[in-house]
């Protein structure tokens, strides 16, 4: 282990330590340009222009640089003039503002120390129940933050288990002082609360149109608001996943959040309430319940119902976070309610930060597809831990440093976006920088076609969510069914079927309506089809399935080769090499087993003879 300063992700040129003792984001400008400049030749002056706010104008002197901003759009250009001279790439010209002004990473972190859905090791800053991290990791951190512009870390899991709920009574000043270590680097905290909490303070209910409640709720915000004032509010999973919720008290999800809102609104702070509810003790054999109807069946009856101060945070998907999901309808449909999307840097579906999954051109596609504008905030799930490499795979970095750059401007490029990440991170000869920004660019596709191929998802092994296990959960309460038997594989979500396409704005539904005009990638969501279904080239779908699953495996293979001849350090290359191995591993198996799979309920044989094991 080592105290963070050591392992940088993308910080390598910043070889000084972060800074320790500087109150403010300009004076963390001032004090990484001093160091930067003590290397660089020239020098950068600040003016510091509270109206900029977050954003900034950096311009070329004859003496050096200027970078006029509000006072954390200071640090921000500060980073981004860093990484220009760094890279000798130009200064973005004229004013530059983040396109959303809230920009999350939630964490799930546990009081005990573990990470919900973790891939990197144990948690950053708790552990036994308590706070306990090592400054200098934590300050690195938010340099690591604010190099990219994230200003909002939530702390702990939206599954808010004891004793998380001291954090906001006798750790309350604990919770402080970390407040205070991550705001020079413009990164405020939010909190993930309970909302039964009244009820484990002495309350007989959580009713939130009981009056005690409110006041209750009042009272607690001026107590926790007084003791970290620049609190950027606080994030509830309600009524979803057996966490409690206002439905216990005939309540809806508006009058819920609105009561939070109310108690939170004096100080400025934000309710961000998440629409992943879904009924999760279905009935397999029920087959008009469809879970990704689930959000917007629930929510979009309630539109403009809610408090200015509350966002609604939806997932980029209907499901899950799997590999391929249709944007969900609820982002398209609701018009009247401030909305933030919920991206997955923690790779829970995508390969546990084992398997390579970069995630940019995932997430170009699902901004050119709903608009940037539909959206009011983002948040994204951290790939975060305690590993020496902050990431569990030294590439993983490049979600968390891209994910930054897109909450910024989210009509960056992929392929620039990793480049930069790569030059960053790595010295690299140019062409080998060039393979590894192509062997990140394919990885998504190469991932989904062993794992989810045309759109079918949920093929995993239950709870751990890694590895193939076709049928894990066909027979469980969550919704997460395939339905293949011998003639046919998928779901109608046509109007014919459970109706989830009528969710769409027409346009969107004409499409993926008729099986021959749907995009492959979304087949089997939208469709159930028999395996001699003929797909827009010809080939059956059975054999597509195949054929997906044994080029998977190949171009993961094709990709190890790449990338064990590239001249990373040490220790990233050893951890690289392990990795690959053990996604190769895992390609293979997902081949076997979903190809099995396959070929034991239709017989069909691989039209080139590979081996399918019956
Ligand atoms: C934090 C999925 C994950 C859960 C997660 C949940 C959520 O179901 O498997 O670990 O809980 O999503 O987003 O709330």
């Given at each position: 282990m080592n105290d963070g300063q050591n392992r940088r992700a993308w910080l390598k040129d910043l070889i000084w330590p972060?800074?320790?003792?500087?109150?403010?984001?300009?004076?963390?400008?001032?004090?990484?340009?001093?160091?930067?400049?003590?290397?660089?030749?020239?020098?950068?002056?600040?003016?510091?222009?509270?109206?900029?706010?977050?954003?900034?104008?950096?311009?070329?002197?004859?003496?050096?640089?200027?970078?006029?901003?509000?006072?954390?759009?200071?640090?921000?250009?500060?980073?981004?003039?860093?990484?220009?001279?760094?890279?000798?790439?130009?200064?973005?010209?004229?004013?530059?503002?983040?396109?959303?002004?809230?920009?999350?990473?939630?964490?799930?972190?546990?009081?005990?120390?573990?990470?919900?859905?973790?891939?990197?090791?144990?948690?950053?800053?708790?552990?036994?129940?308590?706070?306990?991290?090592?400054?200098?990791?934590?300050?690195?951190?938010?340099?690591?933050?604010?190099?990219?512009?994230?200003?909002?870390?939530?702390?702990?899991?939206?599954?808010?288990?004891?004793?998380?709920?001291?954090?906001?009574?006798?750790?309350?000043?604990?919770?402080?002082?970390?407040?205070?270590?991550?705001?020079?680097?413009?990164?405020?905290?939010?909190?993930?609360?309970?909302?039964?909490?009244?009820?484990?303070?002495?309350?007989?209910?959580?009713?939130?149109?009981?009056?005690?409640?409110?006041?209750?709720?009042?009272?607690?915000?001026?107590?926790?608001?007084?003791?970290?004032?620049?609190?950027?509010?606080?994030?509830?999973?309600?009524?979803?996943?057996?966490?409690?919720?206002?439905?216990?008290?005939?309540?809806?999800?508006a009058e819920g959040a609105n009561m939070l809102a109310r108690a939170i609104a004096p100080y400025g702070g934000k309710l961000v309430w998440r629409a992943f509810v879904y009924n999760c003790m279905q009935d397999w054999r029920d087959t008009k319940t469809d879970r990704p109807r689930a959000a917007y069946d629930l929510y979009m009856p309630l539109d403009g119902a809610f408090d200015d101060n509350v966002i609604l945070q939806i997932k980029h998907g209907p499901f899950?976070?799997?590999?391929?999901?249709?944007?969900?309808?609820?982002?398209?449909?609701?018009?009247?309610?401030?909305?933030?999307?919920?991206?997955?840097?923690?790779?829970?579906?995508?390969?546990?930060?084992?398997?390579?999954?970069?995630?940019?051109?995932?997430?170009?596609?699902?901004?050119?597809?709903?608009?940037?504008?539909?959206?009011?905030?983002?948040?994204?799930?951290?790939?975060?831990?305690?590993?020496?490499?902050?990431?569990?795979?030294?590439?993983?970095?490049?979600?968390?440093?891209?994910?930054?750059?897109?909450?910024?401007?989210?009509?960056?490029?992929?392929?620039?976006?990793?480049?930069?990440?790569?030059?960053?991170?790595?010295?690299?000869?140019?062409?080998?920088?060039?393979?590894?920004?192509?062997?990140?660019?394919?990885?998504?596709?190469?991932y989904e076609k062993y794992t989810a191929t045309l759109g079918l998802c949920w093929m995993i092994t239950p709870n751990t969510h890694y590895g193939p296990n076709p049928y894990g959960y066909e027979f469980q309460a969550w919704g997460t069914y395939i339905r293949a038997d011998r003639s046919a594989v998928g779901i109608d979500r046509t109007e014919k079927g459970t109706g989830y396409l009528c969710q769409y704005p027409e346009k969107m539904q004409k499409l993926y309506q008729d099986p021959h005009t749907c995009p492959d990638e979304l087949l089997l969501f939208f469709h159930r089809l028999p395996y001699d279904f003929i797909m827009k080239d010809g080939r059956s779908l059975i054999q597509r399935i195949y054929d997906d699953h044994f080029a998977g495996y190949e171009e993961a293979k094709e990709m190890a080769s790449i990338l064990k001849d590239l001249d990373l350090p040490e220790p990233d290359r050893e951890e690289m090499l392990a990795r690959m191995e053990a996604q190769l591993r895992n390609a293979r198996e997902w081949r076997d087993i979903v190809n099995t799979f396959f070929y034991r309920f239709c017989g069909v044989p691989d039209e080139r003879g590979r081996t399918i094991y019956p």
């Amino acid at each position: 282990m080592n105290d963070g300063q050591n392992r940088r992700a993308w910080l390598k040129d910043l070889i000084w330590p972060a800074p320790e003792n500087t109150k403010t984001p300009a004076e963390t400008a001032a004090y990484e340009l001093e160091h930067f400049f003590a290397g660089h030749s020239g020098k950068a002056e600040i003016c510091l222009e509270e109206a900029l706010g977050e954003g900034y104008i950096l311009s070329q002197t004859e003496m050096g640089y200027t970078i006029r901003g509000g006072e954390a759009g200071i640090l921000f250009g500060a980073y981004v003039l860093i990484r220009a001279l760094t890279l000798q790439e130009e200064l973005p010209a004229g004013e530059q503002k983040p396109y959303y002004p809230l920009r999350m990473l939630n964490c799930w972190d546990n009081m005990s120390g573990d990470v919900e859905r973790g891939y990197a090791g144990r948690s950053l800053w708790f552990e036994e129940g308590k706070f306990s991290y090592d400054l200098g990791r934590i300050r690195q951190l938010g340099r690591m933050l604010g190099s990219v512009g994230i200003n909002t870390l939530c702390l702990n899991n939206v599954n808010v288990h004891q004793p998380a709920q001291h954090m906001l009574d006798d750790l309350l000043g604990d919770t402080a002082r970390f407040a205070a270590l991550l705001r020079p680097f413009g990164v405020k905290l939010m909190l993930s609360i309970d909302f039964s909490y009244p009820m484990q303070c002495g309350l007989d209910t959580a009713d939130p149109l009981d009056e005690r409640v409110q006041a209750w709720w009042a009272e607690k915000a001026k107590i926790i608001w007084t003791a970290i004032p620049d609190l950027a509010g606080f994030l509830v999973k309600a009524d979803s996943e057996h966490r409690p919720g206002p439905n216990t008290y005939g309540r809806s999800h508006a009058e819920g959040a609105n009561m939070l809102a109310r108690a939170i609104a004096p100080y400025g702070g934000k309710l961000v309430w998440r629409a992943f509810v879904y009924n999760c003790m279905q009935d397999w054999r029920d087959t008009k319940t469809d879970r990704p109807r689930a959000a917007y069946d629930l929510y979009m009856p309630l539109d403009g119902a809610f408090d200015d101060n509350v966002i609604l945070q939806i997932k980029h998907g209907p499901f899950d976070f799997q590999v391929r999901e249709p944007l969900s309808p609820l982002l398209l449909g609701m018009k009247n309610t401030a909305k933030a999307i919920e991206f997955q840097l923690a790779q829970e579906y995508t390969g546990q930060q084992i398997d390579l999954y970069a995630m940019p051109p995932m997430w170009k596609e699902i901004f050119a597809q709903m608009g940037k504008e539909r959206v009011q905030a983002i948040a994204a799930v951290s790939n975060l831990g305690r590993d020496d490499n902050w990431t569990g795979h030294p590439f993983a970095a490049l979600n968390l440093f891209a994910y930054g750059l897109y909450a910024w401007n989210p009509d960056s490029d992929p392929e620039a976006v990793i480049r930069q990440w790569a030059r960053l991170s790595y010295d690299l000869p140019k062409e080998q920088t060039e393979k590894l920004v192509s062997v990140l660019l394919r990885s998504r596709s190469v991932y989904e076609k062993y794992t989810a191929t045309l759109g079918l998802c949920w093929m995993i092994t239950p709870n751990t969510h890694y590895g193939p296990n076709p049928y894990g959960y066909e027979f469980q309460a969550w919704g997460t069914y395939i339905r293949a038997d011998r003639s046919a594989v998928g779901i109608d979500r046509t109007e014919k079927g459970t109706g989830y396409l009528c969710q769409y704005p027409e346009k969107m539904q004409k499409l993926y309506q008729d099986p021959h005009t749907c995009p492959d990638e979304l087949l089997l969501f939208f469709h159930r089809l028999p395996y001699d279904f003929i797909m827009k080239d010809g080939r059956s779908l059975i054999q597509r399935i195949y054929d997906d699953h044994f080029a998977g495996y190949e171009e993961a293979k094709e990709m190890a080769s790449i990338l064990k001849d590239l001249d990373l350090p040490e220790p990233d290359r050893e951890e690289m090499l392990a990795r690959m191995e053990a996604q190769l591993r895992n390609a293979r198996e997902w081949r076997d087993i979903v190809n099995t799979f396959f070929y034991r309920f239709c017989g069909v044989p691989d039209e080139r003879g590979r081996t399918i094991y019956p």
